[in-house]
């Protein structure tokens, strides 16, 4: 029995130092870059919804127009201003950490169907000298007024390898207790392609949504 | 016969006269008139104390800092210096208050007129660049990460062709974008923050990155 329990207090020691070492390096990690990829959706309604906003049914139309003879109008044609908008790019030598090749994604469809837009955008991690962990998720729901973020979910995968067997939904930050979705560890550089799969209520009305895919790099 | 002549006349209107009166009780005017249009469009820069650039971050928010080009409803829109593939968000960017008498409403565009412009050899591309979303006449709780919708570089005329920084271009259509708002109201307001998002491959330039964005309005 006495003989047993030396290997044994070796390796629970073992095993404790392992895990708290990786507890550590896990905490060691700190956040060094967050990019962001606009998803917009513009959404036709379903057929027999319509939008807020768009022209009454052709009857309650020509009612409303026969009750009161308008004045003849003439349209002064159009008014322009403009704004300047300025500022100095000053170099980031962390500026190729991590990127995107596009940082904006617009999305057609119609509420009530589902869609898959492969590789509707990729994300690189450029870290060669330390491991590191890539984080994703929706800084909201789609807004506005509103419809789910987890209706948003992507197939996340090494650009060039097989995609994964499913996609998964996005968390959405507030709606996750602040927190993001860890889905990749590694060390060097990687680039993933982003497959998106969109489903969209029915219930959803017409028009312009939009969303951030927000991805946070730690090492 | 002077005086032959004289009694002819008032006969004559004698007659007239009655029928005159009982056309004027039964006829029909055609009364025809036309309104000028009014449409006047006030853009404010800077619109409210606080305005300026903010470091995308989510939680607890920087106080915002404009750049030296920006003042009080006025002025440019500056995000100061900013990094290569940073985020920003610019707070109280933009109010846009309309009048007109369309009972129909107006409908507005917004534009980039061109890409942004170092006035040299220097650019990076408005559209996917920078972004507006709805802010609040005087409290606003965005922040760089809040949904947004892209500045896109306009495929109107632009008049200058060239961008020039000091003076403002004109953009003619031959059919319009899709619109930033639509106001079944003839009278409304809009206020406006602005997101840029710098593209990592963004030239460093020591001279300052400019673009006009133009707002058309346009009745219904």
């Avoid at chain 1, 300047?84 to 904006?104: E, I, K």
């Avoid at chain 1, 994604?105 to 330390?130: E, F, L, P």
């Amino acid at each position: 029995m006495k003989s047993l329990r030396a290997p044994f207090v070796l390796i629970a020691a073992a095993a404790f130092s392992v895990a708290v070492g990786a507890q550590a390096l896990a905490t060691l990690q700190v956040q060094r870059d967050q990019i962001s990829v606009t998803v917009q959706v513009n959404v036709t309604p379903a057929v027999g919804m319509r939008s807020p906003g768009s022209p009454p049914p052709i009857a309650l139309a020509m009612a409303m127009r026969a009750r009161g003879s308008a004045p003849d109008y003439v349209a002064q044609a159009q008014v322009q201003s403009a704004v300047r908008v300025q500022t100095v790019v000053s170099p980031n030598p962390n500026a190729t950490l991590l990127y995107y090749n596009t940082p904006a994604v617009v999305i057609n469809q119609t509420a009530g169907t589902s869609a898959t837009y492969s590789c509707a955008y990729t994300i690189t991690v450029d870290k060669t000298s330390a491991a590191w962990s890539l984080d994703d998720g929706l800084s909201n729901d789609f807004a506005a007024p509103s419809f789910p973020g987890s209706d948003l979910a992507n197939n996340t995968y090494v650009q060039g390898a097989t995609p994964q067997p499913t996609s998964t939904p996005f968390v959405v930050y507030p709606n996750n207790n602040n927190a993001w979705y860890k889905f990749a560890s590694s060390i060097g550089k990687k680039t993933y392609c982003v497959d998106l799969v969109l489903t969209i209520p029915s219930s959803v009305a017409g028009g312009a949504y939009t969303t951030n895919a927000v991805y946070t790099l730690y090492f | 016969m002077r005086g032959w002549m004289g009694v002819c006349v008032l006969l004559i209107a004698a007659v007239l006269l009655p029928v005159s009166r009982a056309d004027a009780g039964t006829g029909t005017t055609k009364v025809q008139w036309y309104v000028t249009g009014i449409l006047r469009f006030t853009l404010t820069p800077n619109y409210f104390n606080g305005y300026g650039t903010v470091p995308a971050t989510f939680g607890s928010q920087p106080p915002a800092s404009p750049g030296p080009g920006a003042c009080l409803q006025g002025c440019a829109v500056d995000f100061g210096t900013v990094l290569q593939n940073g985020q920003y968000l610019y707070k109280y960017a933009a109010h846009l208050h309309i009048v007109t008498n369309d009972v129909s409403g107006f409908k507005v565009y917004g534009e980039g007129s061109a890409d942004f412009s170092d006035g040299g050899a220097n650019a990076f591309p408005v559209t996917g660049s920078l972004y507006y979303l709805p802010s609040g006449p005087s409290s606003d709780s965005n922040t760089g990460y809040t949904p947004s919708f892209q500045f896109r570089k306009t495929s109107g005329t632009v008049n200058p062709a060239v961008p020039v920084f000091a003076s403002a271009p004109a953009i003619s259509y031959t059919s319009y974008p899709a619109a930033m708002f639509t106001s079944s109201s003839p009278t409304n307001d809009y206020y406006q923050d602005y997101q840029l998002k710098v593209p990592a491959s963004a030239p460093v330039s020591a001279s300052t990155y400019f673009v006009w964005v133009v707002y058309t309005v346009v009745p219904q």
